[in-house]
Structure formats: C-alpha cells, structure tokens
T-cell receptor
Framework: QKEVEQNSGPLSVPEGAIASLNCTYSDRGSQSFFWYRQYSGKSPELIMSIYSNGDKEDGRFTAQLNKASQYVSLLIRDSQPSDSATYLCAVNTGFQKLVFGTGTRLL | NAGVTQTPKFRILKIGQSMTLQCTQDMNHNYMYWYRQDPGMGLKLIYYSVGAGITDKGEVPNGYNVSRSTTEDFPLRLELAAPSQTSVYFC?????????????FGSGTRLTVV
C-alpha cells in the first residue's frame, strides 16, 4: 500500500509569517508530486507540482522535494488570512493516479 | 469553460437504493477519476479512466461501477447503497500523465445513505 503522510495540524501561522507544510511518502519510485489547497466544503485546487529534487517557486509558494529522504514540503511566504485551508499532498503512482495524504489544516 | 461538472450536488439515499453520479468535462481531457473523501481522511481513488472505453479499479472500488463511452462523460454508479458509502464524491480530470498536469476537480457530490 503506497502511503502519503502529513501532520493533520492545525498549524497556526501569524499573518505575514512563513508557513511550512511537510509530507513524506512510502514509494521510493514515485516521480511526481502535487500540492492542493482545499477550502472547507470546496473541492481541491492545484497549487503546484514538482518532480525534480530541489526547490520550485511560484509566487508566494515554494515546493521542495528530496527524493532520497522521500520528503516533500510546501512553504507559504507572507501568510494571509486567505491561506487558511487544508493543504493536501499527493503523489503520482502512474497514469496520474494520485495518492493523497490526509491534509494539514492551516489556520 | 465549465471545466468539470458534477451532478447532483447533494443526495440522500436509502439503504439498498441505487443511483448514478454524473460527471462531465469540456476540456477534452483523456484521464478521468472518481475519488471519495470521508471526514478527516484523504481522498481515496474509486475508479479511473485513461480514455473512452477504458476503465480500471482504484483503491476502493467495491460497491461502485463506472463506464466511459465518451471522452466527456464518466458516470459513477452506486448499486445497493450502504451507510459506508456516505461520503463526498469528487470527479476529476487531467490532460495527460505528465508531471505538470494536475487534476481539475468538480465541485463534488455530498451523498448520505440512511
């Protein structure tokens, strides 16, 4: 069973601070990784994807991938009240079949 | 563009009843998926399709069936509804299998089985 683990939170971050969200995965062969944001009662929406080791930046968001440690993270700079949501980490297991973590709730 | 459209948004079923959750996308995406999301849990893959006429089981397929006769439509059939099928169901689509293509999700169907 391929697993994706996230701390469920909630994670409280002061406005303007950096939020750091973490995710680990069990399948060492996984190649691509995704972060989704889900507001309460809404469907998930894609924030960004990453598939190479290192950092990938998109506006206030930075995804970090370390395949050796099987670790993915998402940094949110200059946190805003509108960032309050649940953040889902997802791992591609082939044919874009994503295995999702249970999510981290950000306050 | 409408994106991914799911109907109905809400439904209450009695135990043993059947229903079909509809999903339509207008983005010409080949890949389509059905997930369920239970409170405090991650999304679990029920079925997926990589193109018209091709479907396969995901992690939790029992109690469900799908068909994919067109690129646009991917309905999910619940037979003999059980309380364990109470959940929020999301349909999603993706352009392809490349790492850069995430999912576009529908707005979800909240199903309660009583």
């Amino acid at each position: 069973q391929k697993e994706v683990e996230q701390n469920s939170g909630p994670l409280s971050v002061p406005e303007g601070a950096i939020a750091s969200l973490n995710c680990t995965y069990s399948d060492r062969g996984s190649q691509s990784f995704f972060w989704y944001r889900q507001y309460s009662g809404k469907s998930p929406e894609l924030i960004m994807s990453i598939y190479s080791n290192g950092d990938k930046e998109d506006g206030r968001f930075t995804a970090q991938l370390n395949k050796a440690s099987q670790y993915v993270s998402l940094l949110i700079r200059d946190s805003q009240p509108s960032d309050s949501a649940t953040y889902l980490c997802a791992v591609n297991t082939g044919f874009q079949k994503l295995v999702f973590g249970t999510g981290t709730r950000l306050l | 563009n409408a994106g991914v459209t799911q109907t109905p948004k809400f439904r209450i079923l009695k135990i043993g009843q059947s229903m079909t959750l509809q999903c339509t996308q207008d983005m010409n995406h080949n890949y389509m998926y059905w997930y369920r999301q239970d409170p405090g849990m991650g999304l679990k893959l029920i079925y997926y399709s990589v193109g018209a006429g091709i479907t396969d089981k995901g992690e939790v397929p029992n109690g469900y069936n799908v068909s994919r006769s067109t690129t646009e439509d991917f309905p999910l059939r619940l037979e003999l509804a059980a309380p364990s099928q109470t959940s929020v169901y999301f349909c999603a689509s993706s352009y392809g299998a490349s790492a850069d293509y995430g999912y576009t999700f529908g707005s979800g169907t909240r199903l309660t089985v009583v």
